[in-house]
């Protein structure tokens, strides 16, 4: 098989795949589009190295995250570093009854690299590490981002009046 | 149900619910063959300098590799990425950590005409710490760069004087920035040649401390391009924050480059990153 079959076979195989986590992570049907497409032009350019990986598409995703996340990136300035926020993900919060239709609006709202953590932590399952790993940056940035996240949503939440039935 | 099981539940729905459209697997073969042509004349163009260079004595001085010199032009298939790798590492990877001296890329975004505009930037010295653009701090003083093309500025202290759309010529983006809320000017805009192209350079002092700890009450030079002290409560001569700018012209298109540091910042400090910003050179595709 050719390198450039083996790539079209992957892509046809995985292609609904990669959209629906493209999609969650610019919270756009077209920007999906177009990073997805993007970030598979890269790998076509690396596939025969790509596809000897022992997983090619946890690879292809990782690109992806990055891509999106990297594209966003403006230069804002953090001189000073706060102390560590608290490990959102460890907080067990009870939420009420949430109206996941309001829940999606809410992930869509974040800042990307907010969002992008939380789509990697939730979605993808990945662990902190990791996420700091796909994401190129220290674990503690990605404790901070996902605790801003939870806190956002949680903010939002209450002000939509699921908070009442909150812990905070 | 907790809020990361609902998480979890609606980012499922909603990923299953969203139609997929069809792919253009035609399109990304062929755009991946345009990147391997792009990128294997620079290999090409690579190999050439190195020749040049053995014949003048200094090969060593490229740190091209064996591989750096392949120009085979099939390249689908080779396992490494030389002339990619010859770029300099990303700035972005560093992301606040420290940041070790050496030579960097920083994505400063693209033309009009969608062509992307980076710059290599070289650091020196242990302070460097990386927070998206690289800040060089000595205690609780800093002095830090930004390369970046603005859509919008001057939305100052906690956002209240709120965001004006990025004027498109030179001088009137210049001007934006010499009036930034809360700004007294230190050095009027004035036209010069920096970073190897034409620019505006102007000075200013603001008063970048706002109260608060959120990233959202920072002061803000330009769109997610901020000064924030989180809530480290500054003394008096830290409030204060010079503020050089550049509007350079790079292709036709306006990319603002500052550089910024405390008032009470050391000159050693400030001479650190004035070197790393005099090394900046734009790179585009």
Redesign the interface.
């Given at each position: 098989m050719t390198?450039?079959q083996d790539?079209?076979d992957f892509?046809?195989a995985r292609?609904?795949s990669l959209?629906?986590?493209a999609?969650?992570l610019t919270a756009s049907?077209t920007a999906a589009?177009d990073m997805l497409?993007?970030t598979?032009?890269?790998?076509?350019?690396?596939?025969?190295?790509i596809s000897?990986m022992e997983h090619p598409e946890a690879y292809v995703r990782r690109m992806l995250a990055n891509a999106v996340v990297?594209s966003s990136?403006?230069?804002?300035?953090?001189?000073?570093?706060?102390?560590p926020m608290p490990e959102a993900?460890g907080e067990?919060?009870?939420?009420g009854v949430?109206d996941?239709s309001l829940?999606?609006p809410l992930?869509c709202a974040l800042p990307v690299r907010q969002r992008a953590v939380?789509?990697l932590r939730?979605?993808e399952d990945l662990t902190e590490v990791q996420i700091a790993e796909v994401?190129?940056?220290?674990p503690?940035?990605v404790k901070s981002q996902a605790s801003?996240a939870?806190k956002a949503?949680?903010r939002a939440?209450a002000a939509s009046g699921v908070g009442e039935a909150?812990e905070s | 149900?907790?809020?990361?099981d609902?998480?979890?539940?609606?980012?499922?729905?909603?990923?299953?619910m969203?139609a997929?459209?069809t792919?253009?697997?035609e399109?990304?073969?062929s755009?991946?063959?345009d990147?391997?042509r792009r990128?294997n004349g620079t290999r090409i163009g690579l190999a050439a300098a190195a020749v040049l260079l053995i014949g003048g004595g200094i090969y060593g001085a490229t740190q091209l590799g064996d591989d750096q010199v392949d120009s085979s032009p099939d390249v689908?298939?080779?396992?490494?990425?030389p002339a990619e790798a010859a770029a300099p590492p990303?700035w972005?990877?560093?992301?606040?950590?420290s940041a070790d001296p050496g030579t960097y890329r920083i994505?400063v975004g693209t033309t009009d005409a969608g062509e992307v505009i980076e710059a290599d930037l070289t650091i020196d010295g242990s302070n460097w710490q990386a927070?998206?653009?690289p800040?060089a701090?000595v205690d609780?003083d800093?002095a830090?760069i930004?390369?970046?093309r603005p859509g919008a500025v001057a939305g100052g202290c906690r956002m209240q004087a709120g965001h004006k759309p990025a004027a498109a010529g030179q001088q009137q983006l210049a001007a934006q920035l010499a009036a930034m809320p809360g700004s007294t000017v230190v050095e009027r805009p004035t036209p010069t040649e920096a970073f190897g192209h034409s620019a505006i350079h102007g000075a200013v002092k603001v008063d970048a401390f706002c109260d608060g700890?959120?990233?959202g009450n920072a002061y803000l030079v330009?769109?997610?391009?901020?000064?924030?002290?989180?809530?480290?409560p500054?003394g008096r001569a830290l409030r204060t924050v010079r503020v050089d700018f550049w509007v350079v012209d790079v292709d036709g298109t306006n990319v603002v480059v500052d550089m910024f540091h405390t008032g009470s910042a050391p000159e050693d400090l400030i001479a650190q990153a004035d070197r790393a910003r005099e090394s900046i050179t734009f790179v585009t595709e």
């Open positions: 390198t450039e790539f079209v892509v046809a292609w609904q959209y629906r986590l999609y969650l049907p589009e497409q993007t598979l032009e890269k790998a076509y350019v690396s596939w025969a190295r000897r990297s990136r403006r230069a804002w300035l953090r001189e000073v570093l706060s102390d993900a067990s919060v009870e939420v949430v996941r829940l999606w992930v939380i789509v939730y979605y994401l190129g940056c220290a503690g940035t801003a939870m949503l949680r939440l909150m | 149900m907790n809020l990361e609902e998480l979890r539940a609606v980012l499922s729905q909603e990923a299953e969203r997929t459209p792919p253009d697997i399109g990304m073969v755009g991946g063959e990147r391997l990128r689908v298939g080779q396992p490494s990425e990303s972005t990877d560093f992301d606040q950590g994505h927070s998206n653009h800040v701090r609780e800093f830090g930004g390369v970046y700890t959120t990233e330009a769109e997610d391009r901020g000064i924030s002290y989180f809530d480290s500054p």
